[in-house]
T-cell receptor, first 114, second 115 residues
Framework: AQSVTQLGSHVSVSEGALVLLRCNYS??????LFWYVQYPNQGLQLLLK??????LVKGINGFEAEFKKSETSFHLTKPSAHMSDAAEYFC????????????FGAGTQVVVTP | EAQVTQNPRYLITVTGKKLTVTCSQN?????MSWYRQDPGLGLRQIYY???????DKGDVPEGYKVSRKEKRNFPLILESPSPNQTSLYFC??????????????FGPGTRLTVL
């Protein structure tokens, strides 16, 4: 069975500070990994995705994520938070042997304070 | 404009009254999927479709039906809605390609309340 765990349902960061959102997956085989962002009253949009062979993945809006197979993690970071980063962030995994199913973490709400 | 559209965007209904939420995409995507979003639970997959006439269950299919008669449309049917199906529903689509890491494009969501 596969699951996705996001540590922390709410994160508060100061403008200009580091943003770190944690995601761990449980799977015997490294799955396809994604981070999505949801702005208030909107659908989800892709921030970045893991591509085999590249452990550090760069996405939109200055976000990046590091894949660590040994830790089964795919944590999302941004060096300097901006007010516009306030949103909910979801980690998602898709099994490599069953592309149809996509599982999301519970989400992390990011609040950015001036 | 490439997009996924859902209708209606908001719906209040009563227990047991059949309803359909439509989803349409104009990107010629093979893959389409339905999710429900509930606080503290993230998004959970209801059903997905790999192509026309090919559908399969996600993690929470009970109480829902889908059909995929055309490539662009993937309606979600609640034959006898119950209050525990009150939720925010999202439709998504993507290309299938040769790997499973294609981006999914999401619709704007349908907020359903079942009284």
């Amino acid at each position: 069975a596969q699951s996705v765990t996001q540590l922390g349902s709410h994160v508060s960061v100061s403008e200009g500070a580091l943003v770190l959102l944690r995601c761990n997956y449980s799977s015997s085989v490294p799955p396809y990994l994604f981070w999505y962002v949801q702005y208030p009253n909107q659908g989800l949009q892709l921030l970045l995705k893991y591509t085999t062979g590249a452990t550090l993945v760069k996405g939109i809006n200055g976000f990046e994520a590091e894949f660590k197979k040994s830790e089964t993690s795919f944590h999302l970071t941004k060096p300097s938070a901006h007010m516009s980063d306030a949103a909910e962030y979801f980690c998602a995994v898709r099994r490599t042997d069953s592309w149809g199913k996509l599982q999301f973490g519970a989400g992390t709400q990011v609040v950015v304070t001036p | 404009e490439a997009q996924v559209t859902q209708n209606p965007r908001y719906l209040i209904t009563v227990t047991g009254k059949k309803l359909t939420v439509t989803c349409s995409q104009n990107m010629n995507h093979e893959y389409m999927s339905w999710y429900r979003q509930d606080p503290g639970l993230g998004l959970r997959q209801i059903y997905y479709s790999m192509n026309v006439e090919v559908t399969d269950k996600g993690d929470v299919p009970e109480g829902y039906k889908v059909s995929r008669k055309e490539k662009r449309n993937f309606p979600l049917i609640l034959e006898s809605p119950s209050p525990n199906q009150t939720s925010l529903y999202f439709c998504a689509s993507s290309l299938l390609g040769t790997s499973g890491n294609n981006e999914q494009f999401f619709g704007p969501g349908t907020r359903l309340t079942v009284l």
